[in-house]
């Protein structure tokens, strides 16, 4: 039997007014206990965490405008940057990259 892989999710405030908004909201989820932690990533830096209880509550802050970067591990490894907003602009070229593709074997199709 395979196990599925445990994740864990961790905000990176990098300024002051990010790091008040992200304790108040933690303070206020009732049955979690927010881990505040001096880690290793795995780009080999020492960055100040917050654990959060999952990645909807630290994408809320990322549309929030805050200035976070979001951070997840796998199965208590290193934690590693999620680059949330880089995902969503990849997807967003690789359909427009296959929207052209398509009208130009359609003008193909209509030279013939």
Request: charged residues 30%; aromatic residues 10%.
């Amino acid at each position: 039997m395979s196990k599925k892989a445990r994740n864990k999710w961790f905000v990176f405030c990098k300024d002051e007014a990010s790091n008040e908004a992200l304790s108040l909201a933690l303070s206020a989820v009732k049955g979690f206990n927010p881990d505040f932690s001096h880690l290793l990533c795995a780009d080999g830096e020492y960055r100040h965490l917050y654990e959060v209880p999952e990645h909807s509550f630290a994408k809320r802050f990322v549309k929030a405008k805050h200035q976070v970067e979001i951070f997840f591990s796998q199965n208590d490894g290193k934690p590693q940057r999620f680059n949330l907003l880089n995902k969503q602009k990849s997807t967003l070229e690789k359909l427009a990259k296959a929207s052209k593709k398509n009208q130009s074997d359609t003008t193909k199709c209509n030279e013939l």
